[in-house]
């Protein structure tokens, strides 16, 4: 399976998964910014990738197939594991992290770095000081 198709089976997965959740395509659609049309077509085209039939529609309502529910359960969870790697990831650019390596004069160090050091340790724990005080001059 190529990497488009992947993305598009994870889009279908969206789509199923939305349209079931608020009931209908247009629904599912004003959720995710798109057209009825658009969430219809991504089912319908996860449908004809898997060879099943994963709703009954009515011009009122869509309702899930042996299959469907199957699938329901399993792409929730899918989507749900897609979104905490998400969170996890934006968790860790919004806090600084790394090595941070500064090479100040010795007096400054004293009356200016050393008294900080320990409110920086705390706000920023994932921060690893190395901090050279020295009066020579850094090249």
Do not use: Y
């Amino acid at each position: 399976m190529s990497g488009i198709a992947n993305l598009e089976s994870v889009d279908g997965l969206v789509a199923f998964v939305t349209a079931v959740e608020t009931g209908g395509f247009a629904a599912a659609g004003r959720r995710l910014g798109v057209s009825a049309s658009a969430i219809g077509k991504a089912v319908a085209r996860l449908e004809a990738r898997l060879g099943v039939r994963l709703l009954h529609r009515t011009t009122r309502c869509i309702t899930l197939t042996g299959e469907g529910n199957l699938l329901f359960e399993r792409a929730v969870r899918i989507i749900e594991e897609i979104q905490d790697a998400e969170n996890a990831i934006a968790e860790t650019r919004s806090f600084p992290r790394g090595k941070l390596k500064v090479s100040i004069p010795a007096a400054m160090g004293r009356h200016v770095i050393v008294p900080a050091l320990d409110q920086f340790i705390k706000a920023h724990p994932g921060v690893e000081l190395d901090i050279n005080l020295d009066d020579r001059i850094a090249m």
